[in-house]
């Protein structure tokens, strides 16, 4: 099994500068509806411990799974690997590298142990890769029928990669797995663009999953896409009526996708040995639910996090 060596944390560390944020200083920009309010979930995860690839404290393996949610091992080159994924200097790292003496690619992928059902709000604060593969959090149902991409995103440099550069992959899909079929949206708006390089830096992306026919999607704290109703949700009635509402785990991961390698887009050994390129980082993830005002339970949990190793 490949893994990213310890060895390489501290120089790893060093690509990713920005400090990690105070989230409880950060308005939610979603409005979680009349007479409710948001409770944050204890899947939230400012990252201020320290993971190695092998070896995960309680304070990560409490909400993640350093794993997909079943034993798929990933879309076309991508193949999952446990030792892609490690926590440094505040930041949960990503990474991809060649399986040796084949074209597949090791990646990191983390998932949440929990599940999570509308209404929510989760928004992540993250700096994609430079690959042409795939930066994403996502949200999908145990039995892999309904998805929601908080995003997708793709942050290769490539001078023929500058479109998807300029775009964030806001989107969903519902699927029927027998016979497989797949419904996603394909309106322009699905594909995010305000003139931002979005490798270049930190962004806030989130999305607010406000009931079964109803998903707003939120860039750096702006409303930038609503999809509404089931024309749009589940035209095709994969379904069966009941839209988006089965509960979901949590995602976190890169990958190749087939869509992209079919046509011979793919990393090259040099960009995926170079640690400034081959990283997706991960400065917070916060996670709410949407409860009535008078309403407590065990998941109302400090807004800042301290979270012990």
Not at 34 to 47: A, H, I, N, P, Y
Not at 112 to 127: D, G, M, Q
Not at 203 to 212: F, K, Q, T
Not at 270 to 277: G, T
Request: net charge negative.
């Amino acid at each position: 099994m490949r893994i990213v060596p310890a060895l390489l944390l501290p120089l790893l560390s060093l690509c990713c500068a920005v400090h990690a944020a105070d989230w409880g200083a950060i308005d939610v920009p979603a409005a979680p509806g009349e007479g409710k309010r948001w409770q944050l979930q204890s899947v939230s995860d400012d990252f201020s411990y320290t993971a190695q690839p092998t070896k995960k404290p309680p304070a990560f393996l409490r909400r993640w799974n350093d794993s997909f949610i079943n034993p798929w091992m990933g879309p076309g080159l991508s193949e999952f690997n446990p030792g892609n994924s490690y926590v440094t200097n505040g930041h949960l790292g990503i990474a991809a590298n060649r399986k040796q003496g084949t074209k597949q690619v090791y990646v990191g992928v983390i998932s949440s142990k929990a599940t999570f059902a509308y209404p929510l709000f989760v928004e992540a604060r993250i700096k994609i890769s430079g690959l042409v593969l795939a930066s994403n959090v996502w949200m999908l149902s145990a039995d892999s029928t309904q998805e929601i991409d908080v995003v997708e995103a793709y942050g290769s440099q490539r001078p023929n990669e500058s479109w998807t550069a300029q775009r964030l992959h806001l989107s969903h899909h519902v699927f029927i797995r027998n016979p497989f079929q797949d419904y996603q949206p394909t309106d322009k708006g699905s594909w995010y663009s305000d003139g931002t390089n979005w490798r270049d830096d930190f962004h806030r992306i989130g999305v607010h999953w406000r009931d079964p026919w109803h998903l707003e999607y939120y860039v750096d704290g702006k409303l930038v896409r609503t999809v509404s109703g089931r024309d749009t949700i589940d035209p095709k009635n994969f379904t069966n009526g009941t839209g988006l509402s089965k509960p979901m785990h949590i995602i976190i991961n890169t990958e190749d996708q087939n869509w992209r390698s079919d046509k011979g887009i793919a990393p090259t050994d040099d960009e995926l040995s170079d640690l400034s390129k081959s990283i997706m980082w991960v400065d917070w993830i916060r996670v709410y639910k949407a409860v009535g005002e008078a309403e407590n339970g065990t998941e109302d949990i400090a807004d800042t996090l301290e979270a012990q190793p």
